[in-house]
Structures are given as C-alpha cells and as structure tokens.
C-alpha cells in the first residue's frame, strides 16, 4: 500500500469521504482508428470514436469496494488533481504518465471535500497494459463501453459518466 500525507478521512454531513486534502482519479479512454486512417482497429489515437476505458474493480475491503470505477485515491499535501490522478493510475492499475494524453477534468464539490476525474486519451503509438498494480483493486482492464451498463459502477462515478464521456466527445465543427 501506497501511504502519503493526504491519506485519511473527512467529514462531510452524515457521510465521509477518503482524501485530507481531496482526491482525484483518472478515466482513461482508448479510441478506434477513424474511418479510413492505416491501422484499422483500436490505434491509440485521439480523433477516433472511444471503445474503451480503464476500469478498476474495486477491492471487497474498501469503501464500496466490489464496485468498479476509476484508479485513484487521496491527494498528497499541495499536490495538484492531475499529478494525482496520474500518480494514482501509475500506483493502481500500472499506466504510465507519458502514455496519458489529458483532455478535460470533472469536478464533484462537496465543500470541505472534492474529487477531481481527470479525463484523458492514451498517446497515439503507446502500448501498455492496465492491471492491478496493488492490493486495492481486484481487477483492472479495458472496459468496452457497451459493458459499462453491465457492470456495477460505484455510485458517484456511474452518476457522473455521462458527463465524463461527454468531455471525450470531439468539438463541434
């Protein structure tokens, strides 16, 4: 287990949140070739539609652990959401920060807690493989994005997917 300053609890109303200092997460999405680029397939690039994302299936142990969502956790003192959210995926599910291509964040606000899921396409040409890097998850792997509905989504992150996938979503022309 990965131990830092920012681990612990806070109190926010009738619940708690994990994070002293926030946390934050990454959602990781792989893209297909767009229709008549070379490749052909899932190439890693960043104009194509998105086929999958990486997923972490939560521990038994942890909060709402069995659930599945995105690798991350705490926020180290004066760290920043993005440094977080790689350092935490690097940490969890074993994905490089040179192969992560940030494309937007989300903010869910709770006041004297947030968590921050920064969203992000895999660098065009980098090949790695996610995995549980570490005893908080019980599987991580792509996530075909007609599986997600299949799936038991931790509650905030199935909540808030929509918006997350929208940030993934080309600009308009």
Same mark, same amino acid.
């Given at each position: 287990?990965?131990?830092?300053?920012?681990?612990?609890?806070?109190?926010?109303?009738?619940?708690?949140?994990?994070?002293?200092?926030?946390?934050?997460?990454?959602?990781?999405?792989?893209?297909?070739?767009?229709?008549?680029?070379?490749?052909?397939?899932?190439?890693?690039?960043?104009?194509?539609?998105?086929?999958?994302?990486?997923?972490?299936?939560? !521990? =038994?142990?942890?909060?709402?652990?069995?659930?599945?969502?995105?690798?991350? *956790? +705490?926020?180290? &003192?004066?760290?920043? #959401?993005?440094?977080?959210?790689?350092?935490?995926?690097?940490?969890?599910?074993?994905?490089?920060?040179?192969?992560?291509?940030?494309?937007?964040?989300?903010?869910?606000?709770?006041?004297?807690?947030?968590?921050?899921?920064?969203?992000?396409?895999?660098?065009?040409?980098?090949?790695?493989?996610?995995?549980?890097?570490?005893?908080?998850?019980?599987?991580?792997?792509?996530? !075909? =994005?007609?599986?997600?509905?299949?799936?038991?989504?931790?509650?905030?992150? *199935? +909540?808030?997917? &929509?918006?997350?996938? #929208?940030?993934?979503?080309?600009?308009?022309?």
């Amino acid at each position: 287990m990965h131990r830092h300053a920012g681990d612990g609890w806070v109190a926010c109303g009738d619940h708690r949140h994990w994070g002293l200092h926030g946390a934050a997460g990454l959602l990781l999405a792989r893209r297909a070739a767009p229709a008549g680029e070379p490749g052909g397939g899932r190439s890693g690039g960043t104009h194509g539609p998105v086929t999958d994302v990486v997923l972490q299936h939560r !521990a =038994l142990w942890s909060h709402q652990g069995g659930t599945w969502g995105v690798p991350g *956790g +705490a926020l180290a &003192p004066a760290e920043s #959401a993005v440094d977080g959210a790689l350092r935490e995926s690097r940490e969890e599910a074993a994905i490089p920060p040179e192969a992560v291509h940030v494309v937007g964040t989300h903010l869910l606000d709770h006041g004297p807690w947030s968590y921050t899921t920064v969203v992000a396409d895999v660098v065009p040409g980098a090949r790695f493989t996610p995995l549980a890097a570490d005893p908080e998850s019980l599987e991580v792997r792509w996530v !075909a =994005l007609d599986e997600l509905g299949r799936l038991p989504l931790l509650p905030a992150f *199935g +909540a808030a997917l &929509p918006d997350l996938l #929208a940030l993934l979503e080309p600009p308009a022309a």
